[in-house]
T-cell receptor, first 112, second 114 residues
Framework: DGGITQSPKYLFRKEGQNVTLSCEQN?????MYWYRQDPGQGLRLIYY???????QKGDIAEGYSVSREKKESFPLTVTSAQKNPTAFYLC???????????FGPGTRLLVL | AQTVTQSQPEMSVQEAETVTLSCTYD???????LFWYKQPPSRQMILVIR??????QNATENRFSVNFQKAAKSFSLKISDSQLGDTAMYFC???????????FGQGTRLTINP
């Protein structure tokens, strides 16, 4: 089946630890995105990538890093510099910009 | 700055009723796209409907339709014959031509009661 997968579903981070969230798509989409959702709020853009080996910062990139080595994959690393990482993280992809973005099931990140 | 406002934090209707969710937005751009996404308890964001700003005809998708008023910068979602499975958070969003970022509203929590 075509779609976007994210793993893990739940992730726990200890103080000072870097953690990586996985996002994979088999839709042959060129563009991929990472959003953060806090309780009672809409989504905010962290990073996006339009093509392999290229990515740009969104509105809230501080404390996060990404890579885009393959078209299908766009992992997000939450670094120790991100002081308030507890949130729901959603990955999305689109054929190109400004095509419709389709979302994965999300990863809930909690701090221990 | 581009903003999206959803003025109804929560709504509740009976099954089979029709409900309209409000959305207004602010932008100085002329070419953009508008979306309604649904987020059920599973929390996955699901596309409900999309509207291109250059199209005058309102988009329709089965029981879902929009009322797009470009001059008023209004983009409401009408759900006809509501079903229990329509219970979810609904987010209005827009995307400017040439930009990458979806700008989201705060959401409306819709509950369909049996």
């Amino acid at each position: 089946d075509g779609g976007i997968t994210q793993s893990p579903k739940y992730l726990f981070r200890k103080e000072g630890q870097n953690v990586t969230l996985s996002c994979e798509q088999n839709l042959n989409h060129d563009a991929m995105y990472w959003y953060r959702q806090d309780p009672g709020q809409g989504l905010r853009l962290i990073y996006y990538s339009q093509i392999v080996n290229d990515f740009q910062k969104g509105d809230i990139a501080e404390g996060y890093s990404v890579s885009r080595e393959k078209k299908e994959s766009f992992p997000l690393t939450v670094t120790s510099a991100q002081k308030n990482p507890t949130a729901f993280y959603l990955c999305a992809s689109s054929m190109s910009s400004p095509e419709t973005q389709y979302f994965g099931p999300g990863t809930r990140l909690l701090v221990l | 700055a581009q903003t999206v406002t959803q003025s109804q934090p929560e709504m509740s209707v009976q099954e089979a009723e029709t409900v309209t969710l409000s959305c207004t937005y602010d932008t100085s751009e002329n070419n953009y796209y508008l979306f309604w996404y649904k987020q059920p308890p599973s929390r996955q964001m699901i596309l409900v409907i999309r509207q291109e700003a250059y199209k005058q005809q309102n988009a329709t998708e089965n029981r879902f339709s929009v009322n797009f008023q470009k001059a008023a910068k209004s983009f409401s979602l009408k759900i006809s014959d509501s079903q229990l499975g329509d219970t979810a958070m609904y987010f209005c969003a827009f995307l400017i031509q040439g930009a990458q970022k979806l700008v989201f509203g705060q959401g409306t929590r819709l509950t369909i009661n049996p």
